[in-house]
């Protein structure tokens, strides 16, 4: 078996810290929550993914393909068309991004009965 680095995102020079920031950002949660249905063209993900602008839905497609977790099918049509998918190794993100969505759908309301509370102390 190969020896592996020791990565740790604590460290604030450790460049797993990069890849982490990216799958937190919420915008990539959601692109590839959706992708894990299989291909997706730009307005289908624009479509889904409520209120991500087009400029950052390009930005977070971009990023994601940079870090090799999406890859872009650009096709010689007219009209051009391009689709996007999960690669392999952005398929793996999605059994833990689908979990923190789960979560977050179900506990919403402790969550915003704890912000209630919180708010209304002084």
């Known amino acids: 078996m190969a020896d592996h680095p ?8 450790c460049p797993s810290r990069t890849s982490l ?19 997706k063209r730009f307005g289908d993900l624009r479509t889904a993914v ?3 602008s087009s400029k950052v839905l390009t930005e977070t497609l971009r990023d994601l393909e940079r870090d090799g977790l999406v890859e872009r099918h650009a096709y010689a049509e007219m009209p051009p068309r391009v689709e996007y998918e999960l690669t392999p190794l ?3 993100l999605h059994a833990p991004l ?4 789960h979560w977050a759908e179900q506990h919403t309301e402790e969550v915003q009965t704890a912000r209630q509370t919180y708010d209304a102390r002084d």
């Open 50 to 52: 409520e209120g991500i």
């Open 98 to 101: 689908q979990a923190l969505s």
């Open 90 to 92: 952005g398929r793996t």
């Open 21 to 39: 920031a990216r799958i937190a950002n919420k915008w990539t949660a959601m692109v590839v929550i959706v992708l894990s249905d299989g291909r």
């Open 6 to 13: 020791a990565f740790n995102v604590l460290l604030a020079t």
